[in-house]
């Protein structure tokens, strides 16, 4: 499997600096069947590039706490160059929000285009996993404080979307297609804690809605839009991971799927809700362009109570302000 060190340019900067820049050239081990980056590769590398820069601040251990809203733009292709701005627009307590930029080009173009935004907020914990305090970050610049002011308001819409997405209740009522990976973590998914690092439990979220999706599309599938990822519990090597993901609301060209990692020790504990997170992902046709998708109609009381769940969701992310980029200034 390809990851972000392998072939990527880092700028190491000094630290409490407040970012990194990654830049990677897209290969063919990074790309899907439909010859685009996959959702789960591209999350691995925001994650990456995010936790560099919050190691880099705090100067200890972090964990991800939650992922904001991503939109994909537009899709990457082999040998396009990358650019990952990993920058801190927020600070709490214990928390540092970071966004990252995602950049992409052909190289014959002479400047990249910006392929999408994520926020991710970390946590600084120490040896124990209990939070600690973190230096305060001080925008200085119109740009560092127009993105400071947007990530605070980010904060009200994101735990409206993240409890609108934990407040849903899923039983055998539900009639949805609905598929679940069944596998135990490995020491390959880890990170230098030792604990499976949130871009690998991300590129899971991503594996599940792809199957679900391809599965009922019978077509190739790639992710159009993630929400509200929320991390719960760390999880550790030799747990069982069940990541199920069910379809909750298809659009004429899209299928939202909502999806929940859950694990149990291997000495025979209780499941234990670690994740959940809503992946939108279309369907493409032979040129690589969003087709229609076979409509999925609620039955019992639950599929209409789900599938309004996520028409809800759709209002919420109307409320979300886009970070200004560098070109809005």
């Known amino acids: 499997m390809n990851t972000l060190a392998e072939h990527t340019e880092r700028f190491p900067l000094n630290a409490h600096c407040h970012e990194t820049i990654h830049r990677v050239r897209v290969t063919a081990r990074d790309v899907s069947i439909a010859g685009f980056v996959d959702g789960g590769t591209l999350l691995e590398w925001i994650d990456t590039a995010a936790y560099a820069t919050v190691a880099q601040w705090c100067g200890g251990h972090c964990v991800a706490a939650s992922t904001g809203n991503i939109h994909l733009d537009r899709p990457i292709s082999v040998g396009e160059l990358v650019e990952l701005h990993a920058s801190i627009v927020y600070t709490g307590h214990s928390s540092m929000h970071i966004l990252v930029t995602i950049c992409s080009s052909d190289p014959a173009r002479a400047k990249a285009v910006q392929t999408a935004q994520c926020s ?11 939070p600690v305090e973190v230096h305060r970050w001080t925008p200085l610049t119109m740009l560092e404080l127009q993105r400071h002011r947007q990530a605070r308001a980010r904060v009200r819409t994101r735990r409206r979307i993240e409890d609108a997405v934990e407040a849903q209740s899923y039983t055998g009522e539900g009639t949805a ?5 069944r596998f135990r973590a490995a020491s390959a998914d880890t990170n230098s804690d030792g604990n499976v690092r949130g871009g690998r439990v991300m590129r899971w979220i991503d594996e599940a809605a792809y199957a679900c999706g391809a599965d009922w599309t019978g077509a190739e599938v790639i992710t159009s839009y993630i ?71 609620p039955a019992s009381d639950e599929d209409h109570r789900l599938d309004h769940h996520a028409r809800h969701l759709i209002e919420l992310r109307q409320h979300i302000e886009p970070f200004t980029t560098h070109r809005s200034q």
């Open 120 to 130: 991710i907020v970390f946590v600084a914990v120490d040896a124990g996993g209990n």
């Open 227 to 297: 929400a509200g990822i929320r991390f719960y519990q760390t999880i550790f090597v030799g747990d069982v991971i069940e990541v199920t993901a069910r379809t909750i609301h298809t659009g004429p060209r899209s299928i939202h799927t909502t999806i929940r990692v859950t694990t149990t020790d291997t000495v025979g504990g209780q499941p234990c809700l670690v994740a959940h997170a809503v992946v939108v992902v279309i369907s493409l046709g032979e040129h690589g362009e969003a087709q229609p998708v076979p409509q999925w109609a």
């Open 177 to 181: 297609p609905q598929i679940t990976l």
